[in-house]
């Protein structure tokens, strides 16, 4: 039987063992598996309240860098004894 294996679990010739950082903390052997699905699905549960959030953390960031920015770039600079440029 050929090998495979993801980040998640790996298949091989004794069953399958599920991985945290590559390394096997339990092992299914095929004798115990009555029924496996393996679907497609998202990672984030509430796809709404991430959009909220990265708008959020997007208007913050704009809102902090108009606090720090450069404060009145528009406005004429003055030189020696406050001659206008």
């Known amino acids: 039987m ?3 294996e993801t980040s ?4 091989d010739e004794t069953g399958i063992a599920l991985l945290r950082s ?3 903390y339990r092992r299914l052997s095929f004798h115990e598996i009555e029924e496996l699905q393996i679907r497609k699905s998202n990672v984030v549960n ?4 991430v959009l ?6 997007i208007a913050a960031g704009l809102y902090i860098g108009e606090i720090f ?3 009145n770039i528009s ?3 003055l030189g020696y004894k406050g001659e206008r440029h």
């Open 2 to 4: 050929k090998r495979y």
């Open 8 to 11: 998640e679990f790996r298949i």
């Open 22 to 24: 590559k390394f096997p």
């Open 46 to 49: 509430n796809h709404i309240v």
């Open 52 to 57: 909220i959030m990265g708008i959020a953390l």
């Open 69 to 71: 920015g450069p404060i």
């Open 75 to 77: 406005s004429p600079k």
